[in-house]
């Protein structure tokens, strides 16, 4: 497994900043995630210009583009604003195709402002079955550009099952897995439960740098100071499926959370120490009723 730093776009596409703090923290390449207001709110989509050497300059750099990101969710209410979100997939695509990025990625449900409440067993169907229909008339472009589209779990469809019944329905290796675990706390659900479900459909996971622990921090129990964060389980998890991709830190965005040149360094430093970590047998079906023993780096404070 490699580490990706997650960051917006630089509209002016000036990537001396990114790439020196990238390669300054340890990150050994970087998701482009692309602003909000100008795929979603907008007739349609607005990407930053690219020149075409920029995927060769983050490459001399030693940086991989790993995704370039959706704002927008798949699952709308409204047909014009799918239409929107698929259009910046589109053009987010054949964007990937000219930086040599593999992965675009879009997230499943709706965002937590559009969602009016637990969808009903039919309507959550009908939504599972727009989602998946609008993925597959995407697959022209994504063979076009060679670019594999991760749905991530989020909004209505913060489950492992959703995320599941989704990628399964397209039925095509270039559609995958975005597993993102702060989202499916909303559910509620961990890594034992999503992580041998999903097994090789997962193509990118997402790793929040507030869920770590910063320099200097006593906590090393599974918490870190997080309530239900379970990022060493589900990393153990992820080698016994021999996930062999990207995990994506993003930075801490809430107005309280540490500075980010401060944080960044310590979780790069802590993931890479769980990913050196000798790998250890877990019971994962157990582990939905039991949690399972995983070892003294898993059972403090148990």
């Known amino acids: ?7 917006l776009f630089p ?3 000036d990537l001396s900043p ?12 970087v998701e482009l995630a692309l602003p ?20 060769e300059q983050l490459q001399g750099a030693g940086l991989e583009v790993v995704c370039l990101a959706i704002p927008g969710a798949l699952d709308t209410r409204y047909q014009d604003e799918q239409s929107r979100v698929l259009a910046a997939v589109r053009a ?46 995407l697959m022209p472009d994504a063979v076009k550009h060679r670019v594999t589209i991760v749905v ?7 489950d492992s099952l959703s995320l599941w019944t989704i990628v399964e329905a397209v039925g095509s290796p270039l559609v995958g897995c975005c597993w993102n675990p702060v989202a499916a706390r909303s559910v509620p659900e961990d890594s034992t439960t999503a992580i041998p479900r ?30 239900g964060s379970d990022v060493p389980r589900m990393i153990q998890l992820l080698k016994g499926i021999n996930y062999q991709g990207y995990l994506v830190v993003d930075p801490p965005a809430a107005p309280s959370s540490p500075d980010p040149e401060a944080v960044l360094p310590s979780a790069a430093a802590f993931l890479r120490g769980q990913l050196d970590e000798k790998a250890v047998v877990l019971s994962a079906y157990k582990g939905d009723k039991f949690r399972p023993r995983q070892g003294r780096e898993f059972t403090a404070g148990q």
């Open 152 to 158: 991530e779990n989020g909004g209505q469809f913060s």
């Open 11 to 13: 509209p002016s596409c």
């Open 36 to 55: 909000s207001d100008t795929e979603v709110d907008h007739a349609g989509p607005v990407l930053p210009p690219v020149s075409q050497g920029t995927g």
């Open 1 to 7: 497994m490699k580490l990706a730093l997650s960051t």
């Open 92 to 137: 987010s695509m054949a964007l990937g195709g000219q930086l040599g990025c593999a992965l675009v990625r879009v997230i499943a449900g709706r965002h937590e402002g559009e969602a009016s409440g637990p969808l009903s067993r039919a309507r959550r169907e009908a939504s599972l079955l727009r989602v998946s229909d609008a993925l597959r008339g």
């Open 198 to 227: 999903l097994g090789s459909k997962i193509r990118l996971v997402r790793v929040s740098a507030g869920e770590l622990p910063q320099t200097g921090s006593a906590g090393s129990g599974p918490n870190f100071g997080v309530e």
């Open 18 to 29: 990114l790439m020196q703090r990238a390669q300054r923290h340890g990150y050994d390449g």
